[in-house]
């Protein structure tokens, strides 16, 4: 599985996640500033090389499907 931080705003969320697992996180933007920011962690990373013994060397972490 991988670890997922996000922070956010002074917040920080760290959730575990299994092969396949799909979750909804949902952390507070300060858009005070004009702008929000969020930073997204993901530990272990891997290439498909390194996980399955392709020629693919792309880093690979998480997908996010949508920022809202």
Same mark, same amino acid.
């Given at each position: 599985?991988?670890?997922?931080? *996000?922070?956010?705003?002074? =917040? +920080? /969320?760290? *959730? =575990?996640?299994? @092969?396949?697992? +799909?979750?909804?996180?949902?952390?507070?933007?300060?858009?005070? !500033?004009? !702008?929000?920011?969020?930073? *997204?962690?993901?530990? @272990?990373?891997?290439? @498909?090389? /390194?996980?399955?013994?392709?020629?693919?060397?792309?880093?690979?972490? *998480?997908?996010? /499907?949508?920022?809202?």
């Amino acid at each position: 599985g991988q670890a997922i931080t *996000v922070r956010s705003a002074g =917040h +920080r /969320e760290r *959730v =575990h996640l299994a @092969p396949g697992t +799909r979750r909804r996180l949902t952390v507070p933007l300060d858009r005070r !500033s004009g !702008s929000c920011l969020a930073s *997204v962690g993901v530990t @272990p990373a891997r290439t @498909p090389a /390194e996980a399955l013994g392709t020629s693919d060397w792309r880093m690979l972490g *998480v997908r996010l /499907e949508a920022v809202r």
